[in-house]
């Protein structure tokens, strides 16, 4: 089953303490990108990467890090969290490139983050 | 980068009722997609849409890129349709980028 898989689902943290939060997807899309959704907001995108190595910063970028040695894996970082972080994160994969016929954006579960 | 409005904030509906959804954009865009999101907060695509009209049961959408706006249209609502709905944007520059939303609630 084509999926996108994020963990955790829930986590609840305190100032200052490191944390990662997992993505990984299976169906060998290059195009794998992080968001947050906040109320009134929307979804904002954070950072995205084009393939493995290649990484871009979305709009709030600030305070987050990721990395993308794997096609399957984008993992995000968060060195120093703080309560401003507190939101619902989502990873998703596309394939890439604009010849691409049906771009369709594939989203995981959902990482529901408090930072305390 | 692109600005995205979605129109309106919220919809309240009778069961059966039809609805449409806007989605105005700032500038040409290269991937239009809406997205529901169901009250569990999962997104699910709905329509890879960035111009043109496609139909998919009870929706349809159409996009008019050359006017930068999208329709959402929703025909017989059911409770089950309850969410958010998002239209979501890619210019050139790879980023994409979400509307605020729509709002909607189907009463039995």
């Known amino acids: 089953e084509a999926q996108v898989t994020q963990n955790p689902r829930y986590l609840i943290t305190v100032t200052g303490k490191k944390l990662t939060v997992t993505c990984s997807q299976n169906?060998?899309?290059?195009?794998m990108s992080w968001y947050r959704q906040d109320p009134g907001l929307g979804l904002r995108q954070i950072y995205y990467?084009?393939?493995?190595?290649?990484?871009d910063k979305g709009d709030v970028p600030e305070g987050y890090k990721v990395s993308r040695k794997e096609k399957r894996n984008f993992p995000l970082i968060l060195e120093s969290p703080s309560p401003n972080q507190t939101s619902l994160y989502f990873c998703?994969?596309?394939?890439?490139?604009?010849?691409?016929?049906?771009?369709?954006?594939?989203f995981g579960a959902g990482t529901r983050l408090s930072v305390l | 980068g692109i600005q995205v409005e979605q129109s309106p904030p919220d919809l309240i509906l009778q069961e059966g009722a039809n609805s449409t959804l806007r989605c105005n954009f700032s500038?040409?865009?290269?991937?239009l997609q809406w997205f529901h999101q169901n009250p569990w907060g999962q997104l699910i695509n709905l329509f890879y849409?960035?111009?043109g009209t496609k139909q998919n049961g009870r929706l349809s959408a159409t996009t008019v890129a050359t006017e930068r706006y999208s329709l959402l249209y929703i025909s017989s609502s059911q409770t089950t349709d309850s969410g958010v709905y998002f239209c979501?944007?890619?210019?050139?520059?790879?980023?994409?980028?979400f509307g605020a939303g729509t709002r909607l609630t189907v009463k039995p």
């Open positions: 998703a994969s596309r394939p890439a490139g604009r010849a691409v016929a049906k771009n369709i954006q594939y």
């Open positions: 169906m060998n899309h290059e195009y």
């Open positions: 990467s084009m393939n493995v190595e290649v990484t």
């Open positions: 500038d040409s865009v290269n991937n």
């Open positions: 849409i960035p111009s």
């Open positions: 979501a944007v890619e210019g050139w520059d790879n980023d994409m980028r």
